[in-house]
T-cell receptor, first 113, second 114 residues
Framework: GAVVSQHPSRVICKSGTSVKIECRSL??????MFWYRQFPKQSLMLMATSNEGSKATYEQGVEKDKFLINHASLTLSTLTVTSAHPEDSSFYIC?????????FGPGTRLTVT | QKEVEQNSGPLSVPEGAIASLNCTYS??????FFWYRQYSGKSPELIMFIYSNGDKEDGRFTAQLNKASQYVSLLIRDSQPSDSATYLCAVNFGGMDSSYKLIFGSGTRLLVRP
């Protein structure tokens, strides 16, 4: 149980385009999901907390107009990186709050060329 | 500032030995604690959680919590090369509610030598 999926697993896009990443809890409902970013050999960095039916709460320093988060249902949250630039290239990971803690999706590796 | 501290390592142990990973946290009121394992290039995987003082065992893994010392550890018995990974300690400063954000340590890299 407590399986979280992410799609796509890997994406390459051109600078200036937008990319949407989906996070789904497959076998449980998650009123809260989290979005993280991780650069190579660095720790996880929490970007935002996503609550179903309400606006996301962004961490300090994260641009909410650049990283759009929508948590439309109890099993789906999306992160859209708008007007992506090479410095946005990173490993984006979502997690969903289950009964026994947070369960992570497999991650999405974004490369912006 | 709520903080979670871990030694970055690497911690190198021979196969079959006990690996001991340590973590300290800043907020005495914290109530729930988690250990995640992260292989290179992969996302974190939940290994164990612990809420109460003392030990909690699950297979080869034992989590130990000492709230008075604000210290949580993970012991891995009979270490295997496949245990080589980065181990992340995470603390829920908001209590027991998993919808509250976790504060992660920077992780300890474990290397198990064959």
């Amino acid at each position: 149980g407590a399986v979280v999926s992410q799609h796509p697993s890997r994406v390459i896009c051109k600078s200036g385009t937008s990319v949407k990443i989906e996070c789904r809890s497959l076998d449980f409902q998650a009123t809260t999901m989290f979005w993280y970013r991780q650069f190579p050999k660095q720790s996880l960095m929490l970007m935002a907390t996503s609550n179903e039916g309400s606006k996301a709460t962004y961490e300090q320093g994260v641009e909410k107009d650049k990283f759009l988060i929508n948590h439309a249902s109890l099993t789906l949250s999306t992160l859209t990186v708008t007007s992506a630039h090479p410095e946005d290239s990173s490993f984006y990971i979502c997690s969903a709050a289950g009964t026994m803690g947070q369960y992570f999706g497999p991650g999405t590796r974004l490369t912006v060329t | 500032q709520k903080e979670v501290e871990q030694n970055s390592g690497p911690l190198s142990v021979p196969e079959g030995a006990i690996a001991s990973l340590n973590c300290t946290y800043s907020d005495r009121g914290s109530q729930s604690f988690f250990w995640y394992r992260q292989y290179s290039g992969k996302s974190p995987e939940l290994i164990m959680f612990i809420y109460s003082n003392g030990d909690k065992e699950d297979g080869r893994f034992t989590a130990q919590l000492n709230k008075a010392s604000q210290y949580v550890s993970l012991l891995i018995r009979d270490s295997q090369p496949s245990d080589s990974a980065t181990y992340l300690c995470a603390v829920n400063f908001g209590g027991m509610d998993s919808s509250y954000k976790l504060i992660f340590g920077s992780g300890t890299r474990l290397l198990v030598r064959p």
